[in-house]
């Protein structure tokens, strides 16, 4: 009995024991790295995603603030004479559009986003712009887990010669 404990502590001293240790941790470190490099790719797209979101959505708030600013401007002259500030609905629309595509040109390189208005309402002075973006994933579309891209929409007021109110 004496003797087996003796060779046991023999064995476990023997040269090339450590090898087969550190080559058993050396498959753990693979596995754990095959495992983790997907999700931290994942991970790095997904903030990237996020960064796309900002830009679109801060794109698509100063198109409103300029489109509404425009149509603003878009006075029913017989009215302003009087001291009226009234819009002129048509010519209000017609700027607002302009307005969104003088911006679309601006960021006509950033092919990723489009950006669209969707309504110009006019009511006397006060003219309400809702603009609306939409981009696709850098990683694509996964329709399996309902991510096929990210879409923002802002409102902007403005009334004649007063301003601009932003509504998030």
Known sequence: ?????QEHLIHRARPGTRARDSE??????????????????MALFISLDLGRYQ???????ITADAAASAA????????ATKGNFVLNETWAQQ??????????????EDNWMTISLVSVQVS?????VRVNGTASTIFGSFPVLGIGGFNA??????????GIETEW
Do not use: C
Not at 1 to 5: A, D, E, F, K, V
Not at 24 to 37: D, H, K, M, N, Y
């Open 72 to 79: 603003a401007g878009a006075l029913e002259l017989s009215e």
């Open 95 to 108: 700027r607002a559009t302009e307005a969104v595509a003088a911006m679309q040109g601006r960021i006509a």
């Open 153 to 162: 929409s802002v409102r902007s007021k403005a009334r004649a010669a007063t």
């Open 124 to 128: 006397g002075a006060e003219v309400e």
């Open 24 to 41: 058993s941790e050396g498959g753990q470190v693979v596995v754990a790295f095959v495992i983790l490099i997907p999700i931290l790719i």
């Open 1 to 5: 009995m004496g003797g087996s404990h």
């Open 55 to 61: 830009v679109m959505r801060n794109q698509i708030r």
